[in-house]
């Protein structure tokens, strides 16, 4: 027996005895899932800020720290360090001259992915980390790259049209055409360093799309926060142990 007829005579099964219970009754239930990094040795945690670029019209640093604040305070046993967002940019730029003062200069404006690789050795500055560490008491610090770019594409979409045949009668047939959509991505990663000697614990990446059609006019912040409200289950569960609420299905 293959599997699909197995599951389908199991799908039977389960509706005729199902058939033959008096009642059902539904149980809620919760689902633990384990924090993905252990962040017992803190106390503290210090949102620090993010290299941002893409569209100009979300500030993607100032937005990001904000929101992730925001979730920590309400989600986190953490407690969360209120400061100004750090000049990740400056201090990138600051650091490369340092290392390597012939290299070319950082772009003032990030445009694209190409523009935030540069950049991307500001997380492995630990003396820098580690001195921004010391000031705020040795918290776990948050950090990353965000990118939020516009985003525009072709679908196939398909709707139905009235149409009249060779024999003069009226039918609806299905019609395809390309639809041009509009939208934004967000992408980047998020750094979770140690405040204690300035290494990385852990990152992880990310990447969400969300296009609208041509009748939808949706503001670029709104667009922001839709994409966000993706991420940050992920980005909880990385610090704290979560909880998925469902339901099972009990029959008598």
Known sequence: MTARPARTLGSLAAAVFAAGCTSYYEVPIETPIRAKLDVTAFQRVLVAGFVAGGAEDVDGNLETTRLLRSQLRTKSALRVIDSDVLPLMEVAAEAQRDSDPSAPALPPVIKDQKDLEGYEHVFAYTEY????????????????????????????VQREQEVIDAFGQRRVMPVRFFQERRGFSLSGRFVFIDGRDGTTLHSQNF????????????????????????????FLSTLSSQK???TRVLLR
């Open 207 to 234: 990447a969400e799309r969300v296009l609208y059609t041509p009748t939808q006019a949706t503001p670029p912040l709104s667009s922001y926060f839709e994409l966000m409200d993706r991420l940050i289950p992920s």
């Open 244 to 246: 998925i609420k469902g």
């Open 129 to 156: 980390w580690k001195r921004i560490g010391d000031e705020y008491q040795q918290p776990l610090i948050v950090t990353g790259t965000i990118m939020f770019t516009p985003q525009t594409a072709n679908n196939v």
